[in-house]
């Protein structure tokens, strides 16, 4: 089953989950460092934690953050600091391909979403758009959360994909750090953007 209208809910996905952010950044940014292959259960991480926030939607848990806002504001600063700890492995990297033991695994990606307030918003913001009233809720939640996480892991791979071919690109060691640092930097200025200015 096909969410409708499809094309639209494309360009609603693409814009709440595939557009530059916190999740996007690091993917990239672990790409560059790291490369595509050991992104990738990273990018799992990702999805799991966006899949679990779905279900606590699904449960009404999602209402969290609009009733307490200050639940909403420690999630906020937890998830500074989350990413500053990411963004300080990715700055502190080897070159692409060495064999590293710091890359981001499935288990920073989980974190990482659940952490962040957004992805509550637009979860809850895609759930109440695309899904349908009353008996067929439930069915529609699921094939709106199936093709959510489905385009969202396109969306993902395509980032680490790109993050990728920038590190390969780059021959010289101390050009690779500065280009793992400028990542880290931007991820955490996606991060204090949101934060402050949102």
Known sequence: MIVEPFFTFLLFVAALYGTP????????????????????????????????????????????????????LIFKWISLFYILYLAYKIATASSIGSDSSKHLGFFQGI???????????????????????GEAYYES???????????????????????????????????????NVLFAILLVASVVVTMFYS
Do not use: C, E
């Not at 913001?125 to 695309?130: E, G, K, L, M, W």
């Open 141 to 179: 939640f699921i094939w709106v959360t199936v093709w959510a996480i489905s385009l969202t892991l396109i969306f993902d791979l395509t980032w680490a994909w790109t993050g990728s071919m920038i590190g390969t690109k780059i021959g010289s060691r101390g050009l690779s750090s500065k280009i």
């Open 111 to 133: 974190p990482l979403t659940l952490l962040n307030p957004k992805a509550y918003f637009a979860i809850i913001a895609t759930v109440s758009q695309f899904t349908k009233s």
């Open 21 to 72: 952010g916190p999740a996007t950044l690091s993917i990239a940014a672990s790409g560059a460092a790291f490369g595509f292959r050991k992104t990738i259960g990273y990018v799992f991480g990702i999805l799991t934690g966006l899949l679990i926030i779905f279900l606590m939607v699904a449960f009404g848990l999602g209402v969290l953050f609009s009733q307490y806002p200050t639940v909403h």
